[in-house]
Each structure stands twice: as structure tokens, then as C-alpha cells.
């Protein structure tokens, strides 16, 4: 049966840094309480908008691929961030792109929006209807962040990454994967006033910011994404051991050792880079895999298992067979234009809506 396959790879990570200490000298947090609770050190603040990543992560993974924009004919961008609503970032995106035959949507699973557009992407190729599916992880997360919550706006960051699915009959290519929901959860994470149901004149700034139970997330995400990790192995059908490398979602170190401890895999399979990103949401994985096959982390014919969890609750697992090519076919010039503002500016209209006052 005619699978799918990844063929390309980029990432698009915005030039601006935050780091814990630039939080300490505006919020009553540390660094090391950030380190030791989460493992993140800095994250990424855009100045261009959700869409501008994502076509610069895809120009990267179009070349990597040796693809033109009109050899696509569906984009998928994973985002809660979209620049607008209507349209959606995929519309700006296939039009930044020049993607003329290219269909284009926009889906939202929060942080397993990656796997789960993975799958959506992957089957359209074996249903026989797409050749060549753009799949894009991005997020502008500083949008929503009230810095003057410290248990949320610590953790996430910006940027966006990208794949290329194109069909293969060889061993490669999507092996399994489980989609699923804890929509009971849902107030566990969210943001409460964005969308219909919001209040557009009465709602206060803490409406429209990321409102989270952390302890409670933490709990449900051990046992959603730990539990579709392993199950996500057997129904591929290999040993626990033949698992070479896990690419998870970065949202917690702690949260990421749990799972790998589920897989009883040691350190060196599991592949982090939460310490300089942070949370960026659909775009973690997309942004590790680049990263872990720039780094010589995946050999050929490595089975990666990717495993997500996120706001809904959501949760995604999958098992994917790599090819025998490691190496990009090309590379993008493609760039970010440079930030004209400090990092801080940038967050400045944060900090005037959300009422933070300098310390
Ligand atoms: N800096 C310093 N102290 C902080 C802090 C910060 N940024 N954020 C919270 N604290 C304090 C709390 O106020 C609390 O203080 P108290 O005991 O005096 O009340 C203390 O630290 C413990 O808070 P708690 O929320 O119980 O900490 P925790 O160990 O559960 O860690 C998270 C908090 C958010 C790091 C953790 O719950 C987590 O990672 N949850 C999952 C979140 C997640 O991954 N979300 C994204 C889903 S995709």
C-alpha cells in the first residue's frame, strides 16, 4: 500500500530571545525556579506575524525536499495563533508561498495540532487524492501572554516548523498513530473569552490570556501522552527497543522524562530542546525533528515516535519510519527581516493591555 513519507524538514525560529532573566526583572520569578520546574531557559519573541514563520519554515522544508511551491497541492497549518481568523494563516501562507495549486486550511488541536495534521496529511496521500502535503506547526504564542500570570506566561514561546509528506511504496513513512480528546478537561486549559463566546465590550484583559491549571495538566499529560506513546508502538507492531529515537512535545522536561520512562527508553533516544524554546505549541515537534536531523540524530530507517498533548485536552501519538535520506536535497535563503524592536518592546502591548506594572 502506497504510504507516506517525510521528504523535508525546516524551521523558522525568530530572532528575538527572552530569557528567564529578562522575566526575573519585570515578574517575581527565578530562573532557577523556571529550570528546575520546567527545563526551559529562554523562548523565541516574534515581531513578523504567525503566517510569516510558517512560510519561512516551509520555503526550508521545500528546499530540503528539492520541491517548488507549485509542486504542493495541500497546506496544513497547525496553530491556535492564526494572524486572523477569516482567513486562515494557511491562506496567507499558500499565498506568501506562491503555492498556486495547493489547497490550504488551517487546524487547531492547541500542541498535538502537529500530529494530528501529520495524520490528516499522511491519509489524504494514501486515500490517493494529495501527492505532496505542506504540514506546518506554527505559533505566535506572546500574543496571549499576561505576564502578569507567572505560572502560564513562563512557559511558552514563538516560531514554527514544517514537513514535507510525498507518497513512497518502500518501508518508510507513517506506521500508526492515535488522535485523542479529553474534552471534559477543556477548562483545564484555555483561553476563555477568545471566540463567540467571549464578551467583545465586557470581558476583562485575564479573558483573553492562556488560563491553565498547571498541576491538573501536568497530571492528565503524563497519563494521556505516556499511555499513546506505548500504545502507538505495539499497534505498529515493533519492540520497545527498536524504538530509536522519541521526539515529543516540548512543554515540560519532567512531562517528557515521564514518558520516555513509559517507553523505558534512556536520555540519549529522547530528543529536547525545551531549554531554548520553550512551549511553542504546534510547531515543538516539527522545530525538535529539524533540529534532531540537523544534530545526525536520525539514521536511516530510524523508527521516531512523536507523542503531543495540549489544550482540549488533547492528545496525538505516532510511529514514523524515516527514509533512507538524512541529508536536505537544497537550502532557502529565505529569512526573517530584521527585528526592529528591542525584546521587551515587543512585549510592550502586552504589558499595557494585560495592566503590568514595572516592578
Ligand atoms: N516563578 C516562581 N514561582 C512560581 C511560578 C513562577 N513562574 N509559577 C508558579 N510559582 C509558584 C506558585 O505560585 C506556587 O507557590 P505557592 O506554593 O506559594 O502557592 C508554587 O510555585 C508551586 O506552584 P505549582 O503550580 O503547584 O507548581 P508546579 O510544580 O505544578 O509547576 C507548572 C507548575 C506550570 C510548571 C506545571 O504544573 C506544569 O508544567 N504543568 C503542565 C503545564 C503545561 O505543560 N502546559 C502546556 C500544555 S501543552
Not at 515529543?248 to 530528543?271: C, G, W
Not at 545526525?296 to 492528545?315: M, T
Amino acid at each position: 500500500m502506497t504510504n507516506a513519507a517525510i521528504t523535508g524538514w525546516g524551521k523558522a525560529l525568530p530572532p528575538s530571545v527572552l530569557s528567564n532573566e529578562d522575566l526575573e526583572s519585570f515578574m517575581d520569578t527565578s530562573d532557577e525556579w523556571i529550570t528546575s520546574r520546567t527545563g526551559i531557559k529562554e523562548r523565541r519573541i516574534s515581531h513578523v506575524e504567525t503566517s510569516d514563520m510558517a512560510t519561512i519554515a516551509a520555503h526550508r522544508a521545500l528546499a530540503a525536499a528539492g520541491l517548488e511551491p507549485h509542486d504542493v497541492d495541500l497546506i496544513i497549518v497547525a496553530t491556535c495563533s492564526p494572524d486572523t481568523l477569516i482567513p486562515s494563516a494557511a491562506a496567507y501562507v499558500q499565498a506568501k508561498l506562491g503555492a498556486k495549486n495547493a489547497g490550504a486550511v488551517d487546524l487547531n488541536a492547541a500542541c498535538s495540532g502537529f500530529i494530528y495534521s501529520l495524520v490528516f496529511g499522511a491519509n489524504m496521500i494514501r486515500g490517493g487524492t494529495h501527492k505532496r502535503v505542506l504540514v506546518i506547526g506554527a505559533e505566535k504564542l506572546h500574543y496571549y501572554m499576561d505576564f502578569t500570570d507567572r505560572t502560564t506566561s513562563v512557559l511558552f514561546g514563538d516560531g514554527a516548523g514544517a514537513v514535507v509528506l510525498e507518497p513512497t511504496d518502500g518501508d518508510e513513512g507513517l506506521l500508526s498513530s492515535e488522535l485523542g480528546m479529553d474534552g471534559d478537561a477543556s477548562e483545564s486549559l484555555c483561553i476563555p473569552g477568545y471566540g463567540t463566546r467571549g464578551d467583545r465590550v465586557a470581558d476583562a484583559p485575564s479573558e483573553v490570556g492562556v488560563r491553565m491549571d498547571g498541576p491538573e495538566v501536568f497530571r492528565r499529560a503524563v497519563t494521556m501522552m505516556g499511555g499513546a506513546s506505548v500504545r502507538v508502538v505495539e499497534k505498529a507492531g515493533i519492540a520497545f527497543e527498536a524504538v530509536d529515537i522519541l521526539i515529543p512535545h516540548q512543554a515540560n522536561q519532567r512531562i517528557i522524562d515521564a514518558t520516555a520512562r513509559k517507553l523505558k527508553l534512556p536520555s540519549e533516544r529522547v530528543f529536547m530542546n525545551i531549554g531554548d524554546y520553550g512551549n511553542t505549541s504546534a510547531a515543538t515537534i516539527p522545530i525538535a525533528l529539524t533540529e534532531a536531523l540537523e544534530q545526525g540524530r536520525i539514521r536511516p530507517g530510524a523508527n521516531i515516535v512523536f507523542a503531543a498533548f495540549g489544550g482540549g485536552l488533547s492528545w496525538a501519538a505516532a510511529v514514523l519510519r524515516w527514509g533512507q535520506r538524512t541529508e536536505p536535497l537544497g537550502t532557502s535563503d529565505v529569512d526573517f527581516p530584521p527585528a526592529d524592536r528591542t525584546t521587551l518592546e515587543l512585549l510592550q502591548p502586552n504589558f499595557d493591555f494585560f495592566g503590568l506594572e514595572p516592578q
